[in-house]
């Protein structure tokens, strides 16, 4: 009994000592001589310079290779603080470059990447990976504000995609991608007090779920519904980026806060009121980034019981007034048909109707944010008896609203011979040969 103990007592001290070594192996195996070739061996891979700046060897929990401090591209496009390669160790006895996983541990990414994946060389020795972790995740990015992210892919033979998840690490955003065979994989979408990454309309949805079908270079959504600025959004979208960048789709809106929409984007909440509506939205750009400025829109809006601040257009008939600037029109409705060609906007067949005025005309926005467009104004006070056409410029930000020239000539020619009702008349007919913008009906 007592060599049986003696013997237990010598294995496990043996255990022990080998448990010890393992730990400790990452710090007594030399692995800075590899190094330099590394790199090179990586470098050459993906045709960008790489450096390491510390390469070690884990024994525990499974062996692996921990190389820290990696930096990819001429101008780092591409950090890593830790990168571990798990190998398959009987496909590496068989000679064979077979991973069981590669993990990533605080990942920055710049716009420029991109650039290095199309031009990474084709071909090469075949690698098999099983699996791909990243967490912490950055991704800088001109037109995006992506937050940061973790990622998981399971990958089958020839690093087919047999699973995908993505996460923000704030847990408002997630995508799942499953496989369905024959090329497609079923792609989900679930958001939750997550804001849009677009720096040009970082909107902030309450909620938001889409769900669709992922085949090669095309992705289907026919289903999204969200909620936003008190009201929702359903619509469908899709994408293709076979040969061109391309998006198209449509949407609908109900009950959304006017004011809250602008906050978001920065500025000051001109329009109030509640926004319903519908649109067809495409795009086509040789790139992702150029989308925004290819973007086209085409659909009908309407806004209730709200009002515009900066302009009263009941005083656009007043000559010698402030011409409506500065002041507010308040409307039951507002209508019309938007227009929206990169960063120049028209509405078409604009209506606004309140007990006070009836306004319709046209109004455009240019790229510079200059605004222009004509209104045909009928005000209460006048019994609807005098037609006040009015120009539009200014800014969209500080809009300006003026009779035409047509109607102030009018105008004083009808005062002078009939002053009261010739000052109607002699306007109304000004506007007339100028060729007014119709009321809307």
Same mark, same amino acid.
């Given at each position: ?153 399971? +990958?089958?033979?020839? @690093? %087919?995609?047999? /699973? ?10 997630? &995508? !799942? #991608? ?112 150029? +989308?925004?400025?290819? @973007? %086209?829109?085409? /659909? ?10 900066? &302009? !009263? #257009? ?117 506007? %007339?040969?100028? /060729? ?6």
């Amino acid at each position: 009994m007592a060599k049986r103990r003696l013997w237990l007592f010598r294995m496990a001290a043996i255990v022990a000592v080998l448990l010890v070594a393992a730990a400790a192996a990452p710090f007594l195996v030399p692995l800075d001589s590899f190094v330099p070739r590394v790199s090179a061996y990586a470098s050459a891979a993906i045709g960008q310079p790489v450096s390491i700046a510390e390469l070690r060897l884990h024994l525990l929990p499974t062996p692996r290779a921990a190389a820290h401090g990696v930096r990819i591209g001429k101008a780092d496009e591409v950090r890593i603080d830790e990168l571990q390669i798990v190998p398959e160790l009987f496909a590496l006895l068989r000679g064979e470059r077979a991973f069981r996983l590669v993990s990533a541990e605080k990942v920055e990414i710049k716009e420029a990447a991109l650039k290095i994946l199309e031009r990474m060389p084709k071909g090469g020795a075949p690698v098999d990976v099983r699996r791909v972790v990243a967490r912490d995740v950055h991704f800088q990015h001109s037109a995006l504000r992506l937050p940061p992210f973790n990622l998981e892919a399971d +990958l089958g033979e020839g @690093l %087919a995609i047999e /699973g995908v998840r993505l996460e923000s690490r704030d847990g408002a955003f997630k &995508v !799942d #991608l499953d496989p369905e065979g024959k090329g497609k994989a079923r792609v989900t979408m679930a958001a939750s007090k997550w804001r849009l990454p677009l720096a040009a309309a970082p909107l902030v949805f309450d909620s938001l779920a889409a769900s669709g079908t992922l085949s090669g270079k095309r992705l289907e959504l026919p289903k999204i519904e969200g909620k936003l600025y008190g009201g929702t959004l359903k619509g469908q979208a899709s994408a293709d980026w076979q040969k061109l960048w391309q998006v198209s789709g449509t949407a609908q809106l109900a009950g959304i806060d006017a004011a809250g929409v602008q906050h978001a984007l920065g500025r000051k909440a001109q329009l109030t009121g509640k926004l319903a509506g519908s649109a067809k939205f495409g795009a086509s750009a040789r790139s992702p980034e150029q +989308l925004a400025g290819a @973007l %086209a829109v085409d /659909g009908p809006f309407e806004v209730a019981g709200g009002a515009f601040n900066g &302009v !009263d #257009l009941s005083k656009v008939a007043d000559l010698t007034g402030s011409k409506g600037a500065g002041g507010t029109t308040k409307f039951d409705e507002l209508r019309g048909k938007l227009q929206v060609r990169g960063k120049r906007v028209r509405v078409e067949e604009l209506c606004a109707r309140s007990s006070a005025l009836v306004a319709g005309g046209f109004v455009e926005v240019d790229p510079q944010q200059q605004l222009s467009g004509r209104l045909g104004v009928s005000i209460a006070k006048t019994g609807g008896f005098a037609g006040v056409p009015v120009a539009l410029s200014g800014t969209a930000a500080n809009p300006t609203v003026r009779p035409t020239k047509g109607y102030t000539i009018g105008a004083v020619v009808g005062t002078v011979l009939l002053p009261g009702v010739g000052t109607a008349l002699g306007g109304s007919a000004g506007g %007339a040969l100028e /060729g007014r913008p119709a009321n809307c009906r």
